[in-house]
């Protein structure tokens, strides 16, 4: 499985972005897809997930209301539209697979097995 997250750049606060998760070797369409970001100096965090089926999703609190997680089982890619920008979404931003078929959302990354290798997104103020 490779997962090839792209969509990243400088935005302003306020801006909008969205980032894609392309997944080749294996369909996304019977596994649940994370998102997760590092900002400098800081520890990987959970920032969205969605079920196999594209129907639960859950968010972190900080990005609630403003990101949406989106999934198109057809063209095996993940969605992460992000909204509202702040400085503080500044990061790389990671996508995630789950191991396990029929799998819902998690927040943990012991339960993703496979990551893509990032994309930088920049919020100026």
């Known amino acids: 499985v490779q997962l090839q997250a792209s969509g990243g750049g400088l935005a302003q606060a306020g801006g909008s972005l969205r980032l894609s998760c392309a997944a080749s070797?294996?369909?996304?369409?019977?596994?649940?897809m994370g998102w997760f970001r590092q900002a400098p100096g800081k520890e990987r965090e959970f920032v969205a997930s969605?079920?196999?089926?594209?129907?639960?999703?859950d968010y972190a609190d900080s990005v609630r209301g403003r990101f949406t997680v989106s999934k198109d089982n057809a063209e095996k890619t993940v969605y992460l539209q992000m909204n509202s920008l702040k400085p503080d979404d500044t990061a790389v931003y990671y996508c995630?697979?789950?191991?396990?078929?029929?799998?819902?959302?998690?927040?943990?990354?012991?339960?993703?097995?496979?990551w893509g290798q990032g994309t930088q997104v920049t919020v100026s103020s």
């Open positions: 995630a697979q789950r191991h396990t078929r029929w799998s819902t959302t998690a927040r943990r990354e012991l339960e993703y097995d496979y």
């Open positions: 070797g294996r369909a996304i369409a019977y596994y649940a």
């Open positions: 969605i079920s196999w089926s594209g129907g639960p999703t």
